[in-house]
């Protein structure tokens, strides 16, 4: 079982370490897409530097879906990444794939196509080109990550806890919003954003505009704690957790729980109920947490 974590900084990311994450996600403009903090090339380094001491891997986000200017600035930064010795990206951009495998350097890549990744087909079609994992598209349901993963050789990664990216706009929505209006607000006070949905007077979707445009984001947070053993059962046994939206110690606390939790289902004395009722007590409280599409059914959701 691998705990993979977003860290906002190099002090968090120490703090996951110590506190059962086996990964750490980071990434920075204007290659990485939706993440804590966007983080330069030299905390990237030093993160690095910090994880391998620790016999721990770093993940880099090339999640973006890259234009013209961004695949040209795309080299140096691979070159720089290789350097550093980072472990390996998280990229979906056929060209920006197409660059990393011309360039030759030694980085592994997970192949993260964001919502078109809901096949064991198309998985299996980009291990061929290389990738030594995959990232599982949001909406699928468990039955369906389960029969996926039986098909394939390489791990998918499933995201057990952290928002849900329901929309993204490369446009600075926000902006144009108080440029518009007239308001005094400021677009980048991200967390105290949200949107309502008008028949539903308790929904929050938190929008956030970075630059890489804006991003809105479910009203709830997921969270497959009350399945985690029946995910190592059926081999899904590589887990992300999100800190997009939980900073700080907050989420350190909730990555701990999680390792708590992979340490109780090897020892055999997992007790879901338990965990998910701790989960609650320290989960934001503007935050309800749910389990998105993983507990329906393909039929329901397609």
Same mark, same amino acid.
Request: with cysteine; proline share 4%.
């Given at each position: 079982?691998?705990?993979?974590?977003?860290?906002?900084?190099?002090?968090?990311?120490?703090?996951?370490?110590?506190?059962?994450?086996?990964?750490?996600?980071?990434?920075?403009?204007?290659?990485?897409?939706?993440?804590?903090?966007?983080?330069?090339?030299?905390?990237?380094?030093?993160?690095?530097?910090?994880?391998?001491?620790?016999?721990?891997?770093?993940?880099?986000?090339?999640?973006?879906l890259?234009?013209?200017?961004?695949i040209?600035?795309l080299?140096?930064?691979?070159?720089?990444l290789?350097?550093?010795?980072?472990?390996?990206?998280?990229?979906?951009?056929?060209?920006?794939? +197409?660059?990393?495998?011309?360039?030759? +350097?030694p980085l592994?890549?997970?192949?993260?196509?964001? /919502?078109?990744? /809901?096949?064991?087909e198309?998985?299996?079609?980009?291990?061929?080109?290389?990738?030594?994992?995959?990232?599982?598209?949001?909406?699928?349901?468990?039955?369906?990550?389960?029969? #996926?993963?039986? #098909?394939?050789?390489?791990?998918?990664?499933?995201?057990?806890?952290?928002?849900?990216?329901?929309?993204?706009?490369?446009?600075?929505?926000?902006?144009?919003?108080?440029?518009?209006?007239?308001?005094?607000?400021?677009?980048?006070?991200?967390?105290?954003?949200?949107?309502?949905?008008?028949?539903?007077?308790?929904?929050?979707?938190?929008?956030?505009?970075?630059?890489?445009?804006?991003?809105?984001?479910?009203t709830?947070?997921?969270?497959? #704690?009350?399945?985690?053993?029946?995910?190592?059962?059926?081999?899904?046994?590589?887990?992300?957790?999100?800190?997009?939206?939980?900073?700080?110690?907050?989420?350190v606390?909730?990555?701990?729980?999680?390792?708590?939790?992979?340490?109780?289902?090897?020892?055999?004395? +997992?007790?879901?109920?338990?965990?998910?009722n701790?989960?609650?007590?320290?989960?934001?409280?503007?935050?309800?947490?749910?389990?998105?599409?993983?507990?329906?059914?393909?039929?329901?959701?397609?």
């Open positions: 079982m691998e705990i993979i974590a977003t860290a906002e900084s190099y002090e968090q990311a120490k703090a996951l370490l110590d506190n059962g994450a086996d990964r750490l996600y980071v990434g920075g403009h204007p290659f990485g897409l939706r993440l804590p903090e966007s983080l330069d090339l030299e905390q990237i380094g030093q993160i690095t530097k910090l994880a391998h001491q620790r016999e721990k891997k770093v993940t880099v986000a090339c999640n973006a890259m234009h013209n200017e961004q040209k600035k080299t140096p930064y691979l070159s720089k290789a350097e550093l010795d980072v472990d390996t990206l998280s990229i979906g951009d056929p060209g920006a794939i +197409f660059v990393l495998k011309e360039l030759g +350097f592994q890549f997970i192949y993260d196509g964001g /919502t078109l990744a /809901t096949s064991a198309q998985l299996a079609f980009w291990a061929g080109q290389g990738a030594c994992g995959a990232v599982a598209a949001r909406e699928l349901t468990l039955k369906e990550l389960i029969t #996926m993963q039986k #098909m394939l050789k390489q791990p998918i990664e499933v995201q057990v806890y952290g928002p849900t990216c329901i929309h993204q706009s490369g446009r600075p929505l926000l902006t144009n919003y108080f440029n518009y209006t007239g308001g005094t607000a400021q677009a980048e006070k991200a967390s105290e954003l949200y949107l309502r949905d008008p028949k539903n007077e308790n929904s929050q979707y938190p929008i956030v505009e970075d630059e890489e445009g804006t991003h809105i984001f479910s709830e947070d997921l969270s497959l #704690m009350g399945q985690l053993k029946l995910m190592v059962e059926n081999g899904l046994d590589t887990w992300k957790l999100d800190g997009v939206l939980c900073h700080g110690n907050q989420f606390q909730i990555v701990a729980l999680f390792d708590e939790a992979r340490r109780s289902i090897e020892a055999g004395t +997992f007790i879901a109920e338990s965990f998910c701790r989960l609650a007590k320290i989960q934001p409280e503007q935050r309800p947490l749910g389990t998105g599409f993983y507990l329906k059914s393909p039929e329901d959701v397609h």
